[in-house]
């Protein structure tokens, strides 16, 4: 579980590097302009990403910031936005090495963003965790080859090949 985990946390710093450099060729307007994605714009988008990665990591650890909505916006321009985005990859990373073999079954209680307690197995929260990332970053994609960038290619497979 640890390995395959570890791969998804490291992919997922691949393929949010890949996204931002794509995001960094854009105006500040067409990086804020709305593109009828559920967060509207690419700015939205990615500051949702962060937003849900926050709120899932403070479940699991009890530590880092703790957003109360999902729509926060903690960064406001891209760069100050890739710079959280590129620690809180890190503090994925480091947090999917720490875990225990007798860590993936375990149950996390916590409360939802409405309140609501919940209780769900580590493991399920983090494959949770790595598609709600996959699908947000799909219309972020789209967001950009809207805005005519050119494709970005994100598939795992391309990252696991690179890997080696």
Known sequence: MKAHFLAFAEYNR???GRLYEAA???SDAQYRESRGAFFGSLHGTLNHILVADRVWLRR????GPAPS???????DDLPSL???R???DERIIGYVDGLGDQDWGRVLPYRNMSGKEQA???GEVLAHFFNHQTH?????HAILTGLGQPSVELDMILYLRLRG
């Open 136 to 140: 947000h970053r799909g219309q972020a």
């Open 24 to 26: 960094a060729h854009l």
């Open 69 to 75: 909505r999902l729509n926060e916006i903690p960064c």
């Open 60 to 63: 699991l650890t009890q530590e």
């Open 82 to 84: 890739r710079r959280a």
């Open 14 to 16: 691949w393929a949010n």
């Open 86 to 88: 590129e620690a809180e």
């Open 120 to 122: 769900t197995v580590i």
